[in-house]
């Protein structure tokens, strides 16, 4: 349990930690990142009247994690953003062990947010922790402001979800078609395969299941399912937990893809296309994307990874863990998402410098910086951005290594025919990088322990333009 007194209480007991944080060297410059605490998936992305509202899931005073709460920040821009007290708190019978993940619906100036009220079980007998470990319940508040919200209504219970369903089902995503909403939510059966459930409804209060989609043998469980129309098409981006690594796949702790879905929504009948990972880095999770006002498909991820073996973070020591990635925008190409950094972070760009590709090798005096790389014609070639991260691509495989500043990463790659360009940021403690046109992404922490020191080896010719990047304004709303 975490109310909201027991939060203000323990802000002013602990209050400075937030000052310790601030004096982290690996503190991120234009990235969401918890005041303090630990910080996982986004939550509740939406914007009303302007305004985008970015919550997330968000353990204040355990920076490896604890009962979870919906951070909560606002921004017009993208660059000036206010922080706020968290929106929800795990203060009822339903939710008492976290708020977990959930998603907004913004309808005629309501906004409807759904999300999972964890209860564990630990102290049963029989206790079980797959299959009777926890109550999963999926609960409605509504917002006309995204700052308060209406009494918590309880919809759905274990006992609502399939028979043979195990104690987790969750992260419900609302999409409606016509005159009908569909929910999507996360599960693993009673065997431990990972599906999704549908539910549908006409009133968004009153849920009946749907349909059940799964693909055989495809993980144990499937987290934060995001299904949407992009372009006519329809996509599921899902974190399926449980794959083995096979080649250059899935060689993560756990992966966030998406798959092209042929769903017939009167027959049922369905059709997954191949899944194809969203992101090549070692730190992309659970990500989830809304339509703005000016119609934009944008995504937030977790830049972190759950039950990740490297749980040494150099910024455990300052007492807050994790981020968010930057955001990015989502649009259809040839069946596939193509991923490309939010315009609005141009903004960001102060000096500019410009370099050929002949012996290129700069020391950047700052932590936060963009590269931009066009190759003239694609070459083999080995990008370092320190002594021991590098990007190197043979002529067909495109792969990332991080060794030491990686604190535990190793290596990730994927196969490409081509690089034509780069689009890299960096800031004091991440790197994400943005190939051909946002074909794919590598986004991963790192922990360069002297800074970063660029440079190019090629036989390829082309161009780089370097900006260093200013901060994001972050202020305190409340
Ligand atoms: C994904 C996830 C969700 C859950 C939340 C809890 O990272 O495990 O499935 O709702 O985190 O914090």
Known sequence: MMNREMYEKRMKDEKEKRELVKNDPYRLAYHIQPPMGWLNDPNGLCQIDGTYHIYYQYSPFEPKGGTKLWGHYTTKDFI?????????????????????????????????????????????????????????????VTSQDGFHHTEKEWLLKNSDYPQDMSTHVRDPKILKRKDTYYMVLGARDQDSHGLLLIYSSKDLRHWSLFDRLSIPDFGYMWECPDLFELDGELFLVFSPQGLEAQGLEYRNVYQTGYCKLELDFDTMEYQFGPFIELDRGFDYYAPQSFLDEQGRRIQFGWMGMGDAPYTNEPTLKYEWQHAFTIPRQLRAKEGRLYQTPLKELEALRNEKKEFSFENFSYAPETKQFELDIHFDHSKPFVLHLNEDIQLSFDGSILSLSMKESGYGRDMRGIELDAIEDLQIFIDASSIEIFVNDGYTVFSSRAYPKEGWKLSLETEARGTIVYYALNKIEVSDGD
Not at 115 to 129: A, E, I, P, S
């Open 80 to 140: 000036r953003f206010q922080e706020h007290e968290p929106f929800l708190f795990a203060d009822t019978r339903a939710d008492e062990r976290g708020v977990y993940s959930g998603s907004a619906f913004v309808e005629d100036g309501t906004i409807y947010f759904f999300y999972t009220g964890n209860v564990k079980l630990f102290d049963r007998d029989d206790y079980d922790y797959c299959n009777n470990g926890r109550e999963q319940n999926t609960i409605l």
